[in-house]
């Protein structure tokens, strides 16, 4: 049997190459079945976890094409996918604490806010009479799923900023107050002489990605790979990549940046991030098989029709 991950990579790699031509430009795919994943039988409810890192990893290199300005279903789907996961037996988010509620109330807000589909306001907007005939509330909950993606980007740095925290949780608290000493980019946290507060998204992503070096964990690799595909998105810029996250966020502040594939590209980040701390109900680690059998049980049994679910139950029962 072929290794199914590098499989997942080469074709975001071919896709990637596909799209983006010998002089720069761009060659944008609109059609609904052309996917690097599932035109290919690869649907994330179906893989490992080293596959759905893969998948999640390969994705994030399309988005991060320069100017390149399309979320496809793929990415869709891997979203629904990690939100169910995150859903059964607590995941990643468990309820342990007001904060954690908070971050987990957050999550699926952004998951929903991604996986909105704003074709039903199109259809809509084919009868304008029956449009103004709605309710005003309705109308305004359309215009709010016309503007999903950038919903989802607004909400995708503070959910960054708290997975962050939350992974981090031995050297930053929730608060970003600093409850062990350590050092980033030369500037030194924690007493007797450093910043006792840090809300710096670069500083703490690079913080991740060296604690997890030392610690031999495969999310620095991960990371690492995600900073190569970061960095290909706004070429010329000389910054590190998670500087550029840190940028995005002060200058989405200001109205000064485009917003359109920033949320795409973090929430594909933070579902990273997650995938690599599964817990479960005692809060223990947890078997990414045993969450994604729960997950597909409940998703194909007749349970699975309750009010908020993530992901397309037809393709699970297939």
Same mark, same amino acid.
């Given at each position: 049997?072929? *290794?199914?991950?590098?499989?997942?990579? *080469?074709?975001?790699?071919?896709?990637?190459?596909?799209?983006?031509?010998?002089?720069?430009?761009?060659?944008?795919?609109?059609?609904?079945?052309?996917?690097?994943?599932?035109?290919?039988?690869?649907?994330?409810?179906? #893989?490992?976890?080293?596959?759905?890192?893969?998948?999640?990893?390969?994705?994030?290199?399309?988005?991060?094409?320069?100017?390149? !300005?399309?979320?496809?279903?793929?990415?869709?789907?891997?979203?629904?996918?990690? $939100?169910?996961?995150?859903?059964?037996?607590?995941?990643?988010?468990?309820?342990?604490?007001?904060?954690?509620?908070?971050?987990?109330?957050?999550?699926?807000?952004? $998951? &929903? $806010?991604?996986?909105?589909?704003? !074709?039903?306001?199109? $259809? &809509?907007?084919?009868?304008?009479?029956? /449009?103004?005939?709605?309710?005003?509330?309705?109308? !305004?909950?359309?215009?709010?799923?016309?503007?999903?993606?950038?919903?989802?980007?607004?909400?995708?740095?503070?959910?960054?900023?708290?997975?962050?925290?939350?992974?981090? =949780?031995?050297?930053?608290?929730?608060?970003?107050?600093?409850?062990?000493?350590?050092?980033?980019?030369? %500037?030194?946290? =924690?007493?007797?002489?450093?910043? /006792?507060?840090?809300?710096? /998204?670069?500083?703490?992503? &690079?913080?991740?990605?060296? @604690? !997890?070096?030392?610690?031999?964990?495969?999310?620095?690799?991960?990371?690492?790979?995600?900073?190569?595909?970061?960095?290909?998105?706004?070429?010329?810029?000389?910054?590190?990549?998670?500087? #550029?996250?840190?940028?995005?966020?002060?200058?989405? /502040?200001?109205?000064?940046?485009?917003?359109?594939? #920033?949320?795409?590209?973090?929430?594909?980040?933070?579902?990273?991030?997650?995938?690599?701390?599964? %817990? @479960?109900?005692?809060?223990?680690?947890?078997?990414?098989? &045993?969450?994604? *059998?729960?997950?597909?049980?409940? %998703?194909?049994?007749?349970?699975?029709?309750?009010?908020?679910?993530?992901?397309?139950?037809?393709?699970?029962?297939?």
């Amino acid at each position: 049997m072929p *290794d199914r991950v590098q499989l997942i990579t *080469d074709l975001c790699q071919a896709w990637v190459d596909e799209i983006v031509q010998p002089d720069g430009s761009i060659i944008v795919r609109l059609d609904a079945k052309d996917n690097p994943l599932t035109r290919n039988g690869l649907f994330p409810h179906s #893989m490992t976890h080293a596959e759905l890192r893969a998948a999640t990893l390969g994705l994030l290199n399309v988005l991060s094409i320069p100017n390149y !300005q399309v979320i496809g279903p793929d990415d869709k789907l891997l979203w629904g996918w990690c $939100a169910e996961i995150f859903d059964t037996g607590y995941g990643y988010f468990q309820p342990r604490s007001p904060a954690d509620m908070e971050l987990r109330s957050l999550f699926m807000a952004t $998951a &929903h $806010a991604s996986l909105a589909d704003p !074709q039903i306001v199109v $259809a &809509h907007e084919r009868d304008p009479l029956a /449009l103004q005939a709605l309710p005003t509330s309705t109308r !305004q909950a359309l215009a709010l799923i016309e503007d999903h993606s950038t919903v989802s980007a607004y909400l995708c740095f503070p959910l960054l900023e708290g997975v962050l925290r939350k992974t981090l =949780g031995e050297f930053v608290a929730r608060d970003g107050g600093v409850l062990k000493p350590f050092s980033v980019a030369g %500037i030194a946290y =924690g007493r007797p002489k450093g910043r /006792l507060q840090c809300n710096s /998204l670069a500083h703490m992503l &690079h913080l991740l990605e060296s @604690d !997890q070096q030392e610690k031999g964990g495969a999310l620095a690799d991960d990371l690492a790979v995600a900073s190569n595909h970061l960095r290909r998105s706004q070429p010329g810029t000389g910054k590190h990549p998670y500087e #550029m996250i840190g940028f995005w966020r002060n200058s989405s /502040l200001h109205g000064n940046v485009s917003l359109i594939n #920033m949320g795409a590209r973090l929430f594909h980040l933070v579902n990273l991030i997650a995938l690599h701390n599964l %817990i @479960d109900v005692k809060l223990q680690p947890a078997d990414y098989d &045993h969450l994604a *059998d729960m997950a597909r049980r409940r %998703i194909a049994s007749q349970a699975s029709a309750v009010r908020w679910s993530y992901y397309p139950s037809e393709i699970v029962r297939t």
